[in-house]
Every structure is written in structure tokens, then in C-alpha cells.
């Protein structure tokens, strides 16, 4: 309360206490389970923090509501709490809008206003209910600096984040951050043994994420789909041709639907995006702060300009191109609220490989998974960007049964084809399946693994005994 | 990758000569025969060896002795099972436990099974040793004793239980061999301690996992004494196919097979190995050598029991020599004939362990370029796991097989600071694929590249999807730096 007395001194009109517009969420929540698709885990509870903005509007995190069943409200002066819904989530830049329809729920509460992104230095504090409780915490801490960061949520994306020495801690999730009476961002990750560092999601990445669904829908952030090599070494810029003194980083490769894609060619070393110069080392200044250009397609909307000065053929190029999101890319983020997606036919699981199958393996997946999934999972888009959509079909599982009992490869198997039919998606299955007359069901595995078969007649019938005795409501999850 | 074809042997006549020798040399051509001393038949043996570090290639890590068990076999040499002779320096003998040292000279080793046959020059070494006979067959069931010699002249005996006759790999090997299972307690075995049973040699011991010590069995060891006698040596032969079981009765019926038929599905054939040419996707084995294959990929064996088919083709046989196999292709049953073929290390496209030779590199402008091999990829602990995913792709997914164009991977696996290579310090663990518009497929290529550097610079490009797809060094700078690097880092010119 001192701290917060010496916060609000400093702003010139008198800001009213920001606490009274901070909530307490508790979510009653149960996730899929990606070894087992078509059951779903216990419910658990978790706490976070959430706040009122204009519009009746309660921002938090997407992962404090991420897979939620219910979700509570609790304000601090009122003992009973309010049944929210999920008005919009977004999983890439862990943000989400909740709604009361009880209108009895804003009685008193005054919305917080959105302010700008601090400086390093500034100070400021955080609310929450760490830990839960009933009173509103506050902490105060200095903005220690402004950089560019991976956000744990969905695991690949990265934007402009705060780092703090406010404390955040569980239950911290999704409360305000305030500076002069405003609030400057979302606390959203800690660092697990560094206590004195704390992570907020800044303004500018907030309110592209309100502004995005003004008409209603999110459609989420535009992928450049450039990759580049950084281009400290002076070797590099005098082979490139570039004037001494010239900044830029050169690339290597466009990824297959990107905002980028068909403009900037490899080779071409981007000189600036939409005026900002971007330095040998990928940065751009944005105010006092050092981020990766990449930022500056970031807070783009899709469908929005990009501006591109590329060196080429010798000379600088103005180039224009329209701001894109890579559809694909959502099966390499961690996954919430979707049921996964498969198929059981007489006891063979199918799955569409993503990255919530490779988690099954544990953290360590990337050396401990089946290594032909890994690569299709992390190099094929780059190795063979003809095939970057394939959707690659995965043999997860065999329920035994006397029908199935006799095949004896291992899964996971990828599935190469079925009945000659070459896959390209979970969905090819069905009819490779249903429009087979032979008298064998023909599965072709990729590398050294094989082939199986089984009879069709006798698979269909144990299909549905397969689908009773292993407990399993639906053959489909898509 | 494919499950390599490998073997034991059961090669009775040269064994049995052998025998014949050993009871010669251990008790005369009396008729009645006391049982052999186990003491005058196992010495110990000390290798100290000397690893390099596939790091740093240019340097050796820090040499290490090892005490293994040797076995007196006529010659008289000394016959050891133990990977431990790759990379060896100086091999010592000592008798009955003694501290006295006698040097020993390698006269042949074969990694891959793991066997090493000594000699030593100091006559009065074999003073008071004879060998010990080599066991035809080795039992299936029942009671062995381990034999060692401490260190303070004791002579240990232990008993150990024989759990199982199989196919295993022992050491570095890929070749998958006649071995003993058995169930011990003698603490830290796996030395090439000395199994014999009814006062002959059933096995010399390669590792122990639990209480479970793992053995070469006898005919494996008289096979290898028999080819040492024989040169050319020829070593252990692999058939280089992966195949798939067939107990599956839908696709049995689909391939045309009747149930009784037996067979595995060929799903490899390695382009360089034995069964190229032979053999090709989707041909069923059903028979090896008149042989009937169980749809387990297994075969029944007279003394054994069921084993695993790739010792049918080591099982009495050797590199060189034809076999004819019985096969089902496209629906039609007909005999193939190949001529089984050793596969060193050195054939796969990333060799799984490399001994008794330098690591190759080549280090330009401070980049250090290696081979890809199994060396490098164990200086990761829990390497299997945690190094780099794209390598071990490289190894497990396309490891195996070279082509003329790429014999090799050729990685950038590190940079030695310096201002030849300013802005690229932090690049390690790439996949190299060109260097000046040319393809690099081995070392070779990677410095024939590096001469025709391209307007004065030397452009190196690597596999997309790691951590950079391009570089470029002043190739003026980068000839000036060789000196410079070479001192700041300690590299032999």
C-alpha cells in the first residue's frame, strides 16, 4: 500500500487504486489426452488473475483458461462468485477476454485504462492473487528491460515481453501491471529458479490483440517466414556488395506461405521493414529498447502492408507485401481447447503428427521420439518445402484383438499408404479405407518398418467390438 | 538401420583340430587325460589405450589402462575378447597373477567381434602355460565356472548359471554372434574373463548388465583363431538387409505365402552390402541354405535351439563364401545366391565408432569440419538423446548407406574464435552440404572446394532448417589466419 501510495504520488491527477478492478479466476479444467485421443484428463483447478477493461471486458491469460470446463470470478468485495465465458482467446500471445453476463458483476468497478510500453527503469506494480487468496497483492518492481522473448504457452511464438523484479508467481497470471495509474502490461511467466525475474506481456502485444478482434474474429499475428542468417561477419556484407557502414541481415530462405513469400528472394539481405533500419545483428531500435525486427512484422494485423527495403542485384529495392499467417504452423504449437484429432479403425489408431503427439514422449522429445517423426515434425518443411502442407498420418496404436493380434511392427509407424492410396492428411484415410473392395486392408509403412495387413471382412466385423470393449464413444476425431 | 546378418559358427572339424592341439600342448598325447589347470591356461593382460577427443580432434584425451583376462590358445598366443584394443598403446602380460610385466604385440583384432590374438616375443613368458581346450559346443542349461586372475596373485573361481544360447553384439560390434547369457555374481566381469564348463572353454565374457554376463561362445572364438590361421583374415559377415516378421496370417495370405512356409519380408536392402543385387524390397526369405526361416526371423538350430537368422550367416561361414537362399518374389518361388560380405565400420555413411585412426578434420578460417560419426555423437552424454536431433537423424535415418556423391557427412562441428570468422563463433553441429556452389560429400570434397574460393570469398552452405543456411569467409583472411589459429589452439600443423 506504501509502495502503491508512492506509484500513484507520482501521477499527476489523483489515479484511482487499480486494485478494486482485479479479479480472482478459478478454472475448473480438464485437457485431452493426445496418448489416449479420445479420453480426456481429471479436472484440476488453477488460479490466476484477471481485470476489468472498457467494455465490460475482463482481460487474463489464455493459459490461466486454456482447456477450461468452468470458470469463476471472484471479486474481491463480494463472496459469491460470477460464471464467466471465454469471449476470445489467444493462444500464440497468451491472452484472453473473458465475459460476466451477469451485469450485477461491473456494479462499482471501474474499467483500467491501457497505457503505452515502459521504458527500462520505469516502476511498477503488480496486481494479482498470488497463490489465490482473497485480498488483491500488489508488489513493486522496476522494468529491468524491454526485449524480444519466447512466450512458454504455445511454445514457438516469441514477442515483445517485459522483464521485471516485481515477483510473479502462480496465481500472478494474467493480473495488471501499472504504471502512472495505467496499465502497462498482463504478468504472464516467471523463470523457475529465478525469483527476482519476472515476465509481462507489454501493451503494444495487448492491444494487438484487442485490435485483431474488432471484427469479431482472431485471426492471430502474420509469420514473416524469413529466415536469415545475421550478418556480423564483415566477410559476409563485402561478399553481399554492401556499402561499409550498411546493416541488414541476409536470407536464407522464405518458408512456403508467408508474409514474405513470392517478394524477398534468398540472398536478399533486409535492409528495413517499413522505414526501420534493421542493425547487422537482426535489431531494430524501438524507443530505447533493442528488439528483433521480427517485432515490426509482429504488431502487424494480417492483411496489413509491409513495407520491405531489401539489397539486391547490387542496390537497394523497395518492396510491398501484404502481412500473412502460416495456417500450418498451429500444429507445432502446444495445443488447448481442441479435441485431438484421429481415427480407430479395428483397433489401429491413427493421428495426425503434431506437436502434442511428440510431447507424449516427454520433454526431451526432440532426441527421444521416434526419429522418422522428428523429422517430419522439425526439418521436412525445410528439407522438402514442396511438401510443407502434408499432413503426416501416424500409426499411434494397436488395441489388441484377435483381428489385430498377429501384427507384430511397433508403432508409432508413419503411414506411407493405405491401399495404395498415398496419404496426405488423417482425412485421405476414410476413403482409402470405405472405398476398398479387395479382400485385404493394405497399410504401407515409411522407412524400414514394413507393411501390414488385415482381412477387411474380418476387420469390419470386430471393428464396433473393438470400439465397445476399449471404451471408445466416437471410431473419428475430426 | 537393417538388422545386421551376422554369426556364430559351428565349425567342428577346425575346432575339433584345435582341441586335438590343446590337450597336445596341455598334457601330451597321454591316453588318459587329467582334467587341464585352469591357472596355466589364463593370464592377465593390461592395454592402456588412448582415445581422441572428438572435440578438439587434433588432441588425445587422457590414456587409460584396462585389465582384461587372456586365454592361452596354441601358437602360443593369447587370445582376448574386449573392445578395449582399439585405440591401443602398449599391451602388458603378466602370468599367474605376478607383478612382472611382459610386453605383448597385436597380432590381429577384430573390433567387430570384439577379439584381439596377442603375441609375445619373451620365450620365457610361456614358461610353465599351456592352453586350454576349446569347447565344441557350449551347454544350453546347467552350471559354468568365470576364471580371472586378481590382483594379488589369487586366482578367482566363481560359478555362474548358463541362461541362455542367443545372437548378441558385444563391444562396438554390429554383428550379432553366438553368445552365452549367464547369471553371475563375479563383481565387475565383462573383462574377457575365461567360461569353461566340463575343463573346456565355453566363452570368453565381453560385458555384464545386472547379473547377467554376456559371453562370446566358443565357436565364435574358434572361428576367428581358425581365420587368423588362414590369411587373409576375413573376418564376421553381415548380410546388410532390414527385414520385417510374418506371423501376421492376413499378410501371409496376401503375399501368397502357405502357413507353414515360414519367411521374413525384406522392407532394406543396403546398396553396398552383401544381399545388393541378390535380394530386393518386398522378396520373402524362406530359406537360408536349405534352412527353414520361421516367420519370427528365427531358425531352429540342432544344438541351440532357436536363434535369430543372422547367425546363419556367420554360423560356419565367412565373408566370401555363397549362399543360396529360397525366396518368394512377386508370387513365384525361386533361388538366389549371394556372396556374404564384410562390412566394416568405415562402409556406413557415418561410421558408428571409428578406432585406431585419427579423427579427420580439416580446419579453415578457424571453422572445424569433421565427418559426422558415431565418436563424435557419444561426446554428448546420454547421447542417444541429447545430441543434436538433426545428427541423429543423420546417423539412425540415413546413416548407413554412402553414395558415390555423398560418402559422408560433412559437418561444421565448431569455430575456433578468431577474426577470420568474426561473426560466426556461436555455429556448431551443422550439416555442411555445398562450399562454393560444390557439392561436399566427404572432406575430401570439402577442401578441393575450399581452393576455388568464388570472387575472393568462401562461401559454405549448410542443410536448411538449422541454425544458418549460409556463410562467407574472405578466403584471403581465412589463408592468412591457418598459421594463427593453428597456435592460439594448439593444432599440429
Redesign the interface.
Known amino acids: 500500500m506504501i509502495l502503491a501510495a508512492v506509484a500513484l504520488a507520482g501521477a499527476a491527477a489523483v489515479a484511482p487504486d487499480p486494485s478494486g478492478s482485479v479479479v480472482l479466476i478459478q478454472v475448473y479444467r480438464s485437457r485431452y489426452d493426445w496418448s489416449i485421443p479420445w479420453r480426456m484428463e481429471p479436472v484440476d483447478s488453477v488460479l490466476g488473475s484477471g481485470f476489468l477493461i472498457e467494455g465490460g471486458r475482463l482481460v487474463t491469460n489464455a493459459h490461466v483458461i486454456s482447456d477450461a470446463r468452468e470458470i469463476l470470478i471472484r471479486r474481491r468485495d463480494q463472496a459469491n462468485p460470477y460464471v464467466a465465458r471465454v469471449e476470445a482467446v489467444a493462444h500464440d500471445c497468451d491472452l484472453a477476454v473473458l465475459r460476466v453476463d451477469d451485469p450485477a458483476f461491473t456494479a462499482g468497478m471501474r474499467p483500467l485504462a491501457l497505457g503505452s510500453l515502459p521504458r527500462a527503469g520505469n516502476r511498477v506494480l503488480t496486481y494479482g492473487f498470488p497463490l489465490g487468496g482473497q485480498e488483491v497483492s500488489s508488489t513493486a518492481g522496476i522494468v529491468s528491460r524491454v526485449e524480444s522473448r519466447g512466450y512458454v504457452h504455445s511454445g514457438i511464438d516469441a514477442h515483445l515481453v517485459v522483464q521485471t523484479d516485481a515477483a510473479i508467481n502462480p496465481g500472478n497470471s494474467g493480473g495488471p501491471v501499472v504504471h502512472d495509474g495505467r496499465v502497462v502490461g498482463v504478468a504472464f511467466q516467471g523463470f523457475p529458479g529465478f525469483d527476482n525475474m519476472g515476465f509481462f506481456i507489454p501493451v503494444p502485444v495487448v492491444r494487438h490483440f484487442l485490435r485483431d478482434l474488432e471484427d469479431g474474429r482472431y485471426d492471430g499475428f502474420p509469420d514473416s517466414g524469413l ?1 536469415t ?8 556484407r ?2 553481399r556488395g554492401l556499402p561499409p557502414g550498411s546493416g541488414g541481415v ?1 536470407v ?2 522464405v518458408a512456403p506461405g508467408a508474409t514474405v513469400e513470392g517478394v524477398v528472394r ?1 540472398g536478399d539481405v533486409i535492409l528495413a521493414l517499413d522505414g526501420v533500419p534493421v542493425e547487422t545483428d537482426g535489431t531494430i531500435r524501438d524507443g530505447g529498447a533493442h528488439v528483433t525486427f521480427e517485432h515490426l512484422v509482429d504488431m502487424k494485423q494480417i492483411g496489413e502492408p509491409l513495407h520491405v527495403k531489401v539489397w539486391r542485384d547490387g542496390r537497394e529495392q523497395d518492396l510491398v507485401t501484404t502481412s500473412r499467417h502460416i495456417a500450418r504452423l498451429e500444429t507445432s504449437r502446444n495445443r488447448y481447447g481442441v479435441a485431438p484429432r484421429y481415427l480407430v479403425y479395428a483397433g489401429l489408431v491413427f493421428m495426425p503428427l503434431d506437436r502434442e503427439l511428440l510431447k507424449t514422449y516427454g520433454r ?1 522429445w ?3 521420439a521416434d ?2 517423426l ?2 517430419h515434425h ?2 521436412r ?3 522438402q518445402p514442396e511438401t510443407a502442407d502434408r499432413e503426416v498420418v501416424v500409426l499411434i496404436r494397436i488395441l489388441r484383438h484377435a483381428v489385430n493380434s ?4 511397433n508403432p508409432p509407424l508413419v503411414v506411407e499408404k493405405v491401399n495404395g492410396v498415398t496419404l496426405n492428411g488423417l482425412a485421405d484415410l476414410v476413403p482409402a479405407l470405405s472405398g476398398n473392395t479387395g ?2 486392408h ?1 497399410f504401407e509403412f515409411e ?9 477387411r471382412a ?1 476387420a469390419d466385423a470386430a471393428h464396433p467390438e473393438i470400439l465397445r470393449q476399449y471404451g471408445i464413444p466416437r471410431e473419428r476425431g475430426f | 538401420m537393417a538388422s545386421p546378418a551376422s554369426g556364430a559358427s559351428r565349425r567342428r572339424g577346425a575346432v575339433a583340430a584345435l582341441v586335438a592341439l590343446a590337450l597336445a600342448a596341455a598334457a601330451g598325447p597321454a591316453v588318459a587325460l587329467p582334467p587341464p589347470d585352469p591357472r596355466a591356461g589364463i593370464v592377465t593382460v593390461r592395454v592402456t589405450g588412448q582415445d581422441w577427443n572428438w572435440r578438439t580432434p587434433w588432441a588425445k584425451q587422457t590414456p587409460m589402462t584396462r585389465i582384461l583376462t587372456g586365454l592361452v590358445v596354441p601358437g602360443p598366443r593369447l587370445l582376448v575378447a574386449s573392445p578395449a584394443f582399439g585405440n591401443s598403446l602398449l599391451i602388458e602380460v603378466q602370468k599367474r597373477g605376478r607383478q612382472q610385466r611382459t610386453p605383448a604385440r597385436l597380432a590381429l583384432v577384430d573390433h567387430e567381434g570384439p577379439l584381439a590374438l596377442l603375441e609375445v616375443d619373451d620365450p620365457t613368458f610361456w614358461e610353465g602355460l599351456a592352453p586350454l581346450p576349446l569347447a565344441e559346443r557350449v551347454p544350453v542349461s546347467g552350471e559354468v565356472t568365470v576364471h580371472r586372475w586378481l590382483r594379488a596373485a589369487q586366482f578367482e573361481s566363481t560359478r555362474a548359471a548358463v541362461a541362455q544360447v542367443r545372437a548378441g553384439r558385444h563391444g562396438l560390434s554390429r554383428v550379432g554372434l553366438l553368445t552365452l547369457d549367464l547369471s553371475s555374481n563375479a563383481e565387475g566381469a565383462g573383462e574377457s574373463e575365461v567360461v569353461m564348463a566340463g575343463g573346456e572353454v565355453v566363452g570368453l565374457a565381453t560385458s555384464k548388465g545386472g547379473d547377467v554376463l554376456a559371453a562370446l561362445a566358443a565357436p565364435v572364438l574358434g572361428q576367428f583363431l581358425e581365420g587368423a590361421a588362414h590369411p587373409p583374415y576375413r573376418g564376421f559377415a553381415r548380410v546388410g538387409v532390414a527385414w520385417q516378421e510374418l506371423q501376421n496370417p492376413a499378410l501371409r495370405e496376401q503375399l501368397g505365402l502357405e502357413p507353414a512356409e515360414g519367411g521374413v519380408r525384406i522392407t532394406h536392402v543396403l546398396a553396398n552390402g552383401a544381399a545388393a543385387g541378390a535380394l530386393e524390397v518386398g522378396d520373402v526369405i524362406l530359406e537360408v541354405a536349405g534352412v527353414h526361416v520361421d516367420p519370427a526371423g528365427q531358425f531352429d538350430h540342432p544344438v541351440y535351439g532357436r536363434l535369430d537368422i543372422p547367425l546363419l550367416f556367420t554360423d560356419g561361414r565367412r565373408p566370401g563364401d555363397r549362399v543360396d537362399l529360397r525366396i518368394l518374389r512377386n508370387g513365384e518361388r525361386k533361388t538366389v545366391a549371394l556372396t556374404l560380405k564384410r562390412m566394416l565400420p568405415e562402409d556406413d555413411r557415418v561410421p558408428p565408432y571409428v578406432v585406431d585412426r585419427a579423427p579427420e578434420y580439416a580446419v579453415h578460417g578457424g571453422l572445424v569440419f569433421q565427418h559426422l560419426t558415431g565418436a563424435y555423437l557419444a561426446t554428448w552424454p546420454d547421447w542417444m538423446r541429447r545430441a543434436p536431433p538433426r545428427l541423429l537423424i543423420a546417423y539412425d535415418r540415413d546413416g548407413a548407406e554412402p553414395t558415390p556423391e555423398q560418402p559422408r557427412f560433412v559437418i561444421l562441428a565448431s569455430v575456433l574464435p578468431d577474426a577470420a570468422n568474426l561473426g560466426y563463433q556461436d555455429l556448431r553441429d551443422l550439416i555442411v552440404t555445398a562450399v562454393n556452389g560444390e557439392k561436399v560429400g566427404s572432406l575430401d570434397d570439402l577442401r578441393r572446394a575450399f581452393e576455388r574460393p568464388r570472387a575472393g570469398f568462401q562461401v559454405i552452405e549448410f542443410l536448411p532448417g538449422q541454425a544458418t543456411g549460409r556463410i562467407v569467409l574472405d578466403a584471403a583472411e581465412a589463408a592468412q589466419a591457418a598459421e594463427r589459429i593453428r597456435d592460439a589452439y594448439g593444432i599440429a600443423p
Open positions: 529466415r542468417t545475421r550478418l556480423l561477419s564483415p566477410a559476409y563485402r561478399e541476409v536464407d530462405d534468398p526431451g526432440p532426441g527421444a526419429r522418422g522428428v523429422w522439425l526439418y518443411e525445410y528439407e498377429q501384427v507384430t511392427l479382400r485385404f493394405i522407412g524400414l518398418a514394413g507393411m501390414e495387413v488385415l482381412d474380418q
